[in-house]
């Protein structure tokens, strides 16, 4: 899809209580997958929509999920750290004692770059070998919560943000067991909804249930990714009932 191709397209799409609005155009590449950064603040339903792409046949790559895979017992990730900090990381278990990492790297940001330094290239290395399974005409699709504080935005064609209300996302927060006070401080230490809407190309406002943002997800593929497929939005409906 050229920026062209988009011209006619609706510039916003509804579904129940959820919105997407296209911000700017964007380059689909003919040779291969659109590569596409998706980012939002915790509490914006970010994995719900990131779910939905799955289920419409995107392949997607979890940096969270990734983050906690190259640490596991026995990765090169573990022992790198361990070769750094000493086997006061580790649980009784072997494992990485997170709680003791966390407390490392918050009062030291010199070590807290050092963990950066040995983990980010191992996350950047296992998402693009996943992202590497995507059909040339499919959606490659990386899920990073930390886009715009990690410089990321360039290596997509798309970024699509999630957003909700404060108040929504502290609710959403707060059934997942987060206190309000807890989840403001996580809130503040992200970037700004600001910044990272003055990456989107795709702005996603989530205030609906989880059905809206899944029928949403299947808007905008067929009205903005992949307008050649109408029915992917049936088929993956089918698939997450």
Not at 116 to 137: Q, T, V
Not at 138 to 164: K, M, S, T
Request: a negative charge; proline letters at 5%.
């Amino acid at each position: 899809m050229s920026p062209h191709d988009l011209d006619s397209a609706p510039r916003s799409l509804e579904e129940g209580g959820a919105r997407a609005r296209l911000l700017r155009p964007f380059d689909r590449p003919r040779a291969r997958a659109l590569r596409i950064g998706l980012t939002g603040g915790i509490g914006s339903g970010k994995s719900t929509v990131s779910s939905a792409l799955e289920g419409i046949g995107a392949t997607v790559a979890d940096a969270d999920r990734i983050a906690r895979e190259v640490v596991e017992r026995g990765s090169e990730g573990l022992q790198r750290l361990i070769d750094r900090f000493g086997e006061d990381i580790l649980l009784a278990s072997g494992g990485l004692d997170r709680a003791a990492l966390a407390a490392i790297i918050f009062a030291d940001r010199d070590a807290r770059e050092e963990v950066e330094g040995i983990l980010h290239p191992l996350i950047a290395d296992r998402a693009a070998a996943i992202l590497a399974r995507a059909p040339e005409d499919g959606l490659a699709v990386y899920d990073v919560p930390l886009l715009v504080e990690a410089g990321l935005a360039g290596r997509f064609d798309a970024i699509l943000v999630v957003e909700a209300p404060v108040e929504l996302r502290l609710e959403r927060l707060e059934v997942r067991g987060i206190p309000r006070d807890d989840a403001l401080s996580r809130m503040s230490a992200q970037s700004s909804d600001d910044d990272r809407r003055a990456l989107a190309h795709i702005l996603v406002e989530n205030s609906g249930s989880r059905e809206d943002a899944i029928g949403l997800v299947e808007a905008i593929d067929r009205s903005w990714l992949r307008p050649a497929r109408p029915l992917a939005g049936e088929r993956a409906r089918k698939r997450l009932r």
